[in-house]
T-cell receptor, first 111, second 111 residues
Framework: DAEITQSPRHKITETGRQVTLACHQTWNHNNMFWYRQDLGHGLRLIHY???????NKGEVSDGYSVSRSNTEDLPLTLESAASSQTSVYFCASSDSNSPLHFGNGTRLTVT | SQQGEEDPQALSIQEGENATMNCSYKTSINNLQWYRQNSGRGLVHLILIRSNEREKHSGRLRVTLDTSKKSSSLLITASRAADTASYFCATGGSGNTPLVFGKGTRLSVIA
């Protein structure tokens, strides 16, 4: 069965370190998205991609970057982790105008 | 910024009762979707209603959309303990605009 996988499930890192969260989908979807979920804020869009070599900034993109070198993967990089980036991160994918398929999230703690 | 705003933030009901959650949004939309999130998991798509539709059913779910009031409601009939989860509305704009999520309603169904 097709799926979308995030790794790691949990990560603890120190302030200032670079961190990369992985997202891999086997749906063959063109569209991929990164959201963060925080209490009181719901889900907020960080970055998204509509295809290989395409990336776009979302609502809360500062301090994050993504790259899309193939259809299956959209890694999210925190260039210099900050305590404000402690959150649960969700990756999602979709075809055009179709519902999103979500991964099970990565819980990131920045100490 | 959040497009959808769910109401209430939290809802607690007895098994067998109906649960109604509401979503209000601000700008014109192409479609509105409802998602469910179990604790510690990613979101799962429940139902999509297009801007030219007024009501849609899927099993025990009934969704209504009133574009003149910029609001939608999700009704879960004959609720079960397994319906305990958070429910989110998400609005899609024209073209391939990313979905914008609300903050969610936390539903507890007591057996």
């Amino acid at each position: 069965d097709a799926e979308i996988t995030q790794s790691p499930r949990h990560k603890i890192t120190e302030t200032g370190r670079q961190v990369t969260l992985a997202c891999h989908q086997t749906w063959n979807h063109n569209n991929m998205f990164w959201y963060r979920q925080d209490l009181g804020h719901g889900l907020r869009l960080i970055h998204y991609s509509y295809g290989v070599q395409d990336t776009n900034k979302g609502e809360v993109s500062d301090g994050y970057s993504v790259s899309r070198s193939n259809t299956e993967d959209l890694p999210l990089t925190l260039e210099s982790a900050a305590s404000s980036q402690t959150s649960v991160y969700f990756c999602a994918s979709s075809d055009s105008n179709s519902p999103l398929h979500f991964g099970n999230g990565t819980r990131l703690t920045v100490t | 910024s959040q497009q959808g705003e769910e109401d209430p933030q939290a809802l607690s009901i007895q098994e067998g009762e109906n649960a109604t959650m509401n979503c209000s949004y601000k700008t014109s939309i192409n479609n509105l979707q409802w998602y469910r999130q179990n604790s510690g998991r990613g979101l799962v798509h429940l139902i999509l209603i297009r801007s030219n539709e007024r009501e849609k059913h899927s099993g025990r779910l009934r969704v209504t959309l009133d574009t003149s009031k910029k609001s939608s409601s999700l009704l879960i009939t004959a609720s079960r303990a397994a319906d305990t989860a958070s429910y989110f509305c998400a609005t899609g704009g024209s073209g391939n605009t990313p979905l914008v999520f609300g903050k969610g309603t936390r539903l507890s169904v007591i057996a």
